[in-house]
């Protein structure tokens, strides 16, 4: 890798100290800075850029910003600029960097960015042959793997502004053997404060890119302020940029892609993987999902029945750790006198969630909570617990009605409860029957949502090879009634993809051939409602008794206590 000398374009000597910048710019940039530093959402972005638009070029001028002009020299350095190289500029803004690279000779240039104002500019420069107006903290389902020959991106990593995971998706679009360019601010970068460097040295570690050359500190301001600095950092997208999928997920494509029935059914479970936790994460801020409202609300009401002697908590899919700080708090207020030390278990298949869930923990309760974090299946890792104190397990969520048949959320409350002693309790999630029309606005809560559901169509296509046309599918949720088993009802939501137009696919990992007819479904997951007079029964079936039951205002949802069946009472 190599590293490269200050800019020779801006040396030292031309940096024109002594003609500061007209104050009148000097003050509405400073105020646009502080507008976006403080950006939550991507309408503030929207609305910031909206603005910013009118005399964004003039304003760069004013403080004589040159990232784009180094980021584009850097970039052709490494890639064949030859005129038909695909070439995505992410966060394009007004284009300042589409001129540039034109200026090299690509011809190729796709402009992406979230702000229509910001496109809008970069159009009337005439350099691009393509515009889109998309969000940088999403699947760009719109591009295809290896698409681009390289991929730049000047400005876009700052504080309110694009995510660093969205790095990950740049790697997908981008081809193996191309480049991937990106500026920072050097103290931005080194705190890790938006998680970039982090991300940067997971995508190395996990062989799906390495250094090319980083530059040294560039004056980020010249005009403005000369001390502070930036970077340009490209990297070589690698051939082993995705992982070997597992043969499990392999298994149950091609079962379900092969299968005769009219629904081709997937279990919910294959939906997960990072890109899926971060999408479930604003699918349950739509106002329609009303389980994770409900849910928190029965914490918040009961938190200290619920909250027992033990001083084991374990989490089963820990995902978030909104819920278990509430308790663990609680628990620390209930046992302020007591020395035994308190330990909080996350467990999850997701190295990612574990890992995640134990910085937040570390961070808010500090050495007050001990953490043992481990990642497996429930399976793998329950027996693994020592036996000699008492615990209390937590499932949360919708988690158990997310199990294919009653059946087997039987096998699986019967598994967990193998791993429980006669003094440990189980804490479980359970969603109820209600209203269809709840349910219904509840599953087909919008954009996040059905990107959420989508994500299991993505993996297959990013994992092992298909091209589905992903704009094909359309959401549509069903309320079912199915057989009861042994005198339980069993009603779910099924949430199922729907193909509008048909399809002929390859699946390369598995080399299967698939063809999808219009209107045929594809179901990624299911949602029992369980109705409140069934759940002692099904515990029972488990070896588990019902001892407490919380539910929220509206009847919404269930929070129960179980315990063995040969536990004292
Ligand atoms: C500071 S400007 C840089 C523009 C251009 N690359 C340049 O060098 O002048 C940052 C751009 O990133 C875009 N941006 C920020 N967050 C984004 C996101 N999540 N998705 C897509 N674009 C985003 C903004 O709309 C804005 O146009």
């Known amino acids: 890798m190599q590293r490269t000398k200050p800019h020779a374009q801006e040396p030292e000597s031309s940096v024109k100290k002594d003609t500061p910048i007209h104050s009148e710019v000097d003050q509405r940039l400073q105020k646009i800075w502080e507008k976006a530093y403080a950006a939550r959402t991507n309408e503030d972005l929207k609305e910031l850029y909206a603005d910013w638009a009118k005399t964004y070029d003039d304003d760069h001028e004013a403080v004589g910003f040159f ?31 589409g001129i540039e690279l034109a200026k090299l000779g690509c011809e190729s240039l796709t402009a992406l960015d979230l702000s229509d104002d910001m496109l809008s500019k970069a159009e009337e420069k005439g350099v691009y042959r393509h515009l889109v107006a998309a969000d940088l903290g999403l699947p760009l389902d719109t591009f295809s793997m290896n698409q681009f020959d390289a991929a730049i991106l000047v400005g876009v990593f700052s504080y309110g ?23 920072m601010r050097t103290d931005f970068y080194e705190s ?22 980083i530059t040294e500190d560039q004056q980020y301001l010249p005009k403005k302020d000369p001390t502070a600095m930036f970077r340009v950092w490209c990297y070589r997208v690698l051939e082993t940029k995705i992982p070997e999928p597992s043969d499990d997920f392999a298994e149950a494509v091609r079962e379900a892609m092969t299968s005769k029935s009219r629904v081709k059914r997937l279990d919910h479970r294959h939906i997960w993987n990072s890109m899926a936790s971060r999408l479930y994460n604003r699918y349950i801020e739509c106002s329609d999902y009303y389980l994770p409202d409900s849910e928190e609300e029965i914490i918040d009401s009961y938190k200290s029945d619920i909250v027992g002697e033990e001083r084991l908590f374990v989490e089963l899919g820990c995902g978030s750790a909104r819920k278990i700080k509430h308790l663990l708090s609680t628990a620390l207020i209930d046992r302020q006198n007591q020395d035994a030390p308190l330990t909080y278990m996350p467990i999850d298949v997701s190295k990612g969630a574990v890992n995640s869930t134990k910085n937040d923990i570390e961070a808010f309760f500090g050495d007050r909570i001990a953490v043992d974090q481990r990642q497996g299946f429930f399976n793998e890792v329950l027996p693994t617990i020592p036996d ?12 158990l009605g997310n199990i294919e048949t009653l059946a087997e959320t039987v096998d ?7 791993q429980m002693t006669v003094r440990d309790r189980f804490i479980v999630g359970m969603d109820l029957d209600k209203n269809p029309s709840v349910l219904v606005d509840a599953y087909e809560a919008g954009p996040p949502n059905h990107s959420f559901f989508l994500n299991m169509i993505r993996r297959i296509n990013n994992e092992l090879g298909a091209d589905f046309d992903l704009a094909a599918f359309k959401q549509e949720s069903t309320y079912d009634y199915n057989a009861p088993y042994k005198g339980i009802e069993n009603r779910s939501v099924n949430l199922k993809l729907v193909n509008r137009w048909p399809q002929d696919v390859f699946i390369t990992k598995i080399q299967l051939k698939v063809h999808l007819n219009a209107g045929e479904a594809i179901q990624v997951g299911t949602s029992r409602k369980f109705r409140r007079e069934d759940i002692g029964r099904l515990l029972e079936l488990s070896g588990l008794r019902l001892r407490r039951q919380w539910l929220d205002r509206k009847d919404y949802f269930s929070l129960n206590e179980c315990v063995r069946d040969d536990a004292v009472v």
Not at 79 to 94: P, Q
Not at 167 to 180: A, C, D, S
Not at 412 to 418: E, G, T
Request: glycine share 10%; net charge neutral; proline share 3%.
């Open 388 to 399: 000699d104190i008492a615990k209390v397990m937590f499932f949360f969520g919708g988690s």
């Open 192 to 213: 890790d404060a938006m998680g970039v460097r982090s991300r940067v040295h997971e995508l190395e570690k996990n062989h799906a890119w390495q250094p090319v050359e």
């Open 412 to 418: 699986f409350l019967k598994s967990l409860r193998d």
């Open 67 to 97: 990232g784009h002009k180094i980021a584009s020299e850097l970039l052709v350095k490494y890639v064949d600029a030859s005129k038909e190289a695909n070439i995505l500029d992410a966060g394009a803004g007004t284009g300042a960097a």
């Open 161 to 183: 502004q694009a995510p660093a995971h969205a790095l990950n998706e740049i790697v997908r679009i981008v081809k193996p053997g191309g480049v991937i360019v990106f500026t």
